[in-house]
């Protein structure tokens, strides 16, 4: 079936350390996109991509780095830098970047806490 | 500043009653707005809504838009224990394609 894959489901982070969080959609879409939600809190979002080899910063960019080398992949890095990085973080995607019809749908995400 | 707010944050109601739900927004360039279900995990997507006055429906749930008013509503008629979510509003900004979200309605069906 198509969908969008995250993982790993959960991740430990410890302090210094970088870490990436996966995500792989087989839906051929053009566009993907990193969103994190608090407890309590609507989705904020990262880094979107609208093609490969293209990624532009979203609302609170800072202390995180994607990729975009396959249009398949979305890869997120949370750095050191990143000083609370706690939350839950989702990958979506949609057909193409200005497709009215198309909403964005989501994987099932990946929950980063810091040990 | 692009602002959704949604309203009840949280809600607590028994099983049958009918339930409606707040989305207002302020967002410059708005394109679309959104309603999705979100249990534990992934959102789900409800609705798109675009134009003013033209009520969606799928099942139970129903929601309609005016853009004079900027705001959207949810309703949940006959509302079963499996409603129960946090439902999430989320507007489309036209040229960064963004989506802005609200902080989302947590909903409780109790038997």
């Known amino acids: 079936d198509g969908g969008i894959t995250q993982s790993p489901k959960y991740l430990f982070r410890k302090e210094g350390q970088n870490v990436t969080l996966s995500c792989e959609q087989n839906?051929?879409?053009?566009?993907m996109y990193w969103y994190r939600q608090d407890p309590g809190q609507g989705l904020r979002l990262i880094y979107y991509?609208?093609?490969?080899?293209?990624?532009q910063k979203g609302d609170i960019a800072e202390g995180y780095s994607v990729s975009r080398e396959k249009k398949e992949s979305f890869p997120l890095t949370v750095t050191s830098a990143q000083k609370n990085p706690t939350a839950f973080y989702l990958c979506?995607?949609?057909?193409?970047?200005?497709?009215?019809?198309?909403?964005?749908?989501f994987g099932d995400g990946t929950r980063l806490s810091i040990l | 500043e692009d602002k959704v707010v949604q309203s009840p944050l949280s809600l607590v109601v028994h099983e049958g009653d009918t339930v409606t739900l707040n989305c207002s927004y302020e967002v410059t360039n708005f394109r679309s707005l959104l309603w999705y279900k979100q249990e534990k995990k992934a959102p789900t997507f409800l609705f798109m809504l675009?134009?003013?006055?033209i009520e969606k429906k799928s099942g139970r749930l129903s929601s309609i838009l005016d853009k004079k008013e900027l705001f959207s509503i949810l309703n949940i008629t006959a509302t079963q224990t499996g409603d129960s979510a946090v439902y999430l509003c989320?507007?489309?900004?036209?040229?960064?394609?963004?989506?802005?979200f609200g902080k989302g309605t947590k909903l409780t069906v109790n038997p």
């Open positions: 839906l051929n879409h053009d566009a």
């Open positions: 979506a995607s949609n057909p193409t970047f200005r497709d009215r019809d198309q909403p964005q749908h």
């Open positions: 989320a507007v489309v900004q036209g040229g960064s394609e963004k989506l802005v």
């Open positions: 675009t134009s003013s006055g």
């Open positions: 991509s609208q093609i490969v080899n293209d990624f």
